[in-house]
């Protein structure tokens, strides 16, 4: 029975160390990456007055080769508004790939340029609200 204790309140002290591992951070990679994209999304519209539609299109690294490598996945919008405000429900990007989206969050770039950490069930029904529109 003891053994049984000390396995469980180990197993918790584990989950407890990787949250805080896995946890938004002032200086993540990922959250900087993933801003990067919806700057880019938004300068290429700036541009050329389309919104992108492929990866070729945001050239910043490291997110070009996040994109490339299918580490984050970007939703193309047609119908965005130029204001990053107006889009606040929006997702540019996502993370597809890492610990994170092992265990069931992923991070994700919004429409008016924050980014987040959200469960993978909201993630899908973020998207498949999108499709419905």
Not at 37 to 43: M, R, T
Request: aromatic share 10%; charged share 20%.
């Amino acid at each position: 029975m003891r053994l049984r204790s000390r396995v469980v309140r180990l197993f918790f002290i584990f989950l407890v160390v990787l949250g805080i591992l896995v946890s938004r951070t002032k200086y993540d990679d990922m959250g900087l990456a993933l801003q990067d994209i919806g700057y880019s999304v938004y300068s290429y519209h700036k541009q050329t007055g389309r919104w992108p539609t492929q990866g070729d299109s945001i050239l910043i690294e490291p997110a070009h080769s996040m994109i490339r490598n299918r580490v984050v996945v970007v939703v193309w919008h047609v119908n965005l508004r130029s204001d990053p405000k107006q889009n606040r429900d929006a997702i540019l990007a996502y993370q597809a790939k890492g610990l994170r989206t092992w265990l069931g969050f992923t991070y994700v770039c919004r429409g008016d340029l924050r980014t987040e950490i959200i469960t993978q069930w909201q993630l899908h029904n973020a998207l498949s609200s999108r499709m419905e529109k």
